[in-house]
């Protein structure tokens, strides 16, 4: 959603957060899963290598399963360790000067990302993906992107020495800055009916009676909350559909009735 880069000032100490400069949304529903990939690009004009921490709040089913970070020619992609061993690779790294990245769930709706060494002078590129399953309530499937921060966060960079495990907790306004770019591509496998956003103003367009591909307007107003999307899946009598998918690990398909 609205991440949040923020850096500590060498000088006085105080916290502050590299602009964000865009964010791209690419959502693909199949069923009742979502696949959604977020980027964001903040610009870092600090004049000397900076330490970092991304904050970011997601959908409390969620599962993050790929995070990856670039600056400028450098690359980071992310891959699972425990978490004290995780710890301990970062902190080596960081006191290295190397290009490092540390991601940990803080609790099931917010994560954090800190970086370390960013070089100066450039933009830094967060890429995300995470998958969920999809509330289905009286018929209805429901889709939410987290578009501001939450009231409250936890801020890993005011935190000393030991500061994975202590952290302090600030307030974060709910604001959002930044262009955003959201696209949410559907295949529900049976016939949608009265596809809408209670939230934000879109585009649609459909194709076939199960699929179709819903996108912000750009020519009205982003509001400053949460992305929702809601349509109906339930008719008057029973439904059923077959979604199927493979990929190097072989075939699979999903029966919805």
């Not at 970062?90 to 990245?101: Q, W």
């Not at 830094?124 to 009286?138: A, G, K, S």
Request: hydrophobic share 35%; charged share 25%; glycine share 8%.
């Amino acid at each position: 959603g609205q991440g949040q880069l923020r850096v500590v000032s060498s000088e006085d100490g105080r916290i502050e957060e590299l602009p964000l400069e865009r964010t791209e949304v690419e959502a693909r529903v199949s069923g009742l899963i979502a696949s959604v990939t977020v980027r964001q690009v903040f610009s870092n004009e600090r004049e000397e290598p900076t330490e970092a921490a991304y904050h970011f709040p997601l959908p409390v089913n969620a599962a993050v399963d790929a995070m990856t970070i670039v600056a400028g020619e450098r690359r980071i992609v992310g891959r699972v360790e425990r978490r004290q061993e995780a710890r301990v690779i970062y902190r080596r790294a960081r006191d290295a000067g190397l290009f490092a990245a540390l991601l940990e769930q803080q609790r099931p709706n917010l994560f954090t990302q800190r970086v370390a060494n960013l070089p100066p002078g450039e933009s830094v590129t967060v890429e995300l993906h995470y998958v969920q399953r999809l509330p289905h309530d009286q018929g209805t499937h429901e889709f939410l992107f987290p578009m501001v921060a939450g009231a409250r966060a936890q801020d890993p960079t005011a935190a000393g020495e030991s500061e994975e495990d202590e952290l302090v907790e600030q307030q974060v306004p709910g604001t959002r800055t930044g262009d955003i770019d959201v696209t949410v591509i559907v295949d529900a496998g049976v016939p949608i009916e009265n596809l809408r956003s209670p939230s934000h103003p879109i585009n649609q367009q459909r194709e076939g009676e199960a699929r179709a591909t819903v996108s912000l307007r750009t020519d009205a107003e982003v509001a400053n909350r949460d992305f929702l999307l809601r349509y109906d899946v339930a008719g008057d009598g029973p439904r059923a559909s077959v979604l199927s998918s493979r990929d190097d690990r072989g075939g699979f398909f999903s029966v919805l009735i």
